[in-house]
């Protein structure tokens, strides 16, 4: 932690903590604060930093990370030596952590294959939205589109789904969103009049246009950790259409609530599928409706989030009990 170190530990020792929530530590200097305070400790798995010096596991900027190839792919994304991931001291400084909080079963089994075994269980974040932000209008589309929402970068693989759209002048795409690779998009829409870029929006004004979609759609090429889009989408009743890897695929098999694709092919024909068939989107719009309520909402999160806290404090006193 460097020279934040005693300012850290003053704060965590004065506070008398019941319980201390890790996040990205990386931002508070490494591993190294995991050791600092008595309280129940809890990490929330935002990303593959603890597997991945890039953070996401898109290996050479190209793919879903197959094998660790590390010093090649540093190379690329000109990142520095991480000599810090030494697996002893690593071991050492997570088992500081009382529990270990995934979005998905396959976030836990993917660090234990890259050899950081965790105390982990599933805990899918919570939707919640604030009050819709004032704008004076929307551009005007078609009354029914499908929906991307996330930053547009070539990871989040939005350029497989541009061209079936360029090619599909009686369907409509709306893109929220911004990033590094929004003018490569831009000229691959080519200025399709049935391609609308609404750029970066305020998180309330999101909610209507996924409510009003037929789908989102979710073509990330890496490996999503928490997939905030899905539960969103879900929360207005709106089924998604997931490339099939990873989370988003043991997402969508597990509830139903939407389809997975493997080609641009197959993404073509759920889409013209979902455009035409009111009977299937309302099926599986259903399922992720029922998904969202029985796992995403905020009370729900909260009364699964004190049971774990519970269950540690529980066990550290030897006993049972509840919160």
């Avoid at 004076?136 to 990871?155: S, T």
Wanted: overall charge positive.
């Amino acid at each position: 932690m460097g020279l934040k170190r005693k300012a850290i530990e003053r704060i965590i020792e004065q506070g008398n903590f019941d319980v201390i929530h890790y996040h990205n530590v990386s931002l508070v200097g490494g591993l190294d604060v995991l050791a600092v305070g008595r309280a129940v400790k809890l990490y929330t798995l935002h990303e593959y930093w603890l597997v991945c010096p890039t953070h996401i596991l898109y290996k050479n900027n190209a793919f879903a990370c197959d094998r660790p190839e590390c010093f090649r792919c540093q190379l690329i994304y000109r990142r520095p030596p991480q000599l810090w991931r030494n697996q002893a001291w690593m071991k050492k400084m997570l088992g500081q952590v009382d529990r270990f909080l995934a979005g998905s079963e396959f976030t836990i089994e993917l660090h234990r294959q890259r050899g950081v075994e965790l105390n982990a269980e599933v805990l899918p974040l919570a939707t919640f939205w604030p009050e819709p932000a004032k704008r004076d209008e929307h551009p005007a589309v078609a009354p029914a589109y499908f929906f991307f929402v996330g930053r547009l970068e070539k990871l989040k693989g939005l350029q497989d789904v541009i061209p079936l759209f360029a090619r599909s002048p009686d369907l409509s795409l709306l893109i929220a969103g911004s990033g590094s690779y929004e003018k490569q998009l831009k000229a691959l829409a080519g200025g399709s009049p049935n391609i609308h870029f609404l750029g970066a929006l305020p998180h309330g004004e999101l909610k209507p246009l996924y409510e009003q979609a037929i789908a989102t759609i979710i073509p990330s090429m890496c490996y999503e950790i928490c997939a905030l889009v899905l539960g969103e989408s879900w929360s207005c009743a709106t089924l998604v259409i997931t490339r099939d890897i990873g989370s988003l695929k043991e997402a969508v098999e597990q509830s139903g609530g939407g389809m997975c694709f493997r080609s641009t092919a197959e993404l073509a024909d759920q889409v013209l599928r979902l455009a035409r068939d009111s009977d299937l989107r309302k099926r599986l719009s259903d399922l992720a409706y029922q998904t969202y309520l029985a796992e995403r909402t905020p009370e729900g999160h909260m009364s699964r989030y004190l049971d774990i806290v519970s269950s540690i404090q529980s066990q550290r006193r030897g006993g049972t009990g509840s919160a």
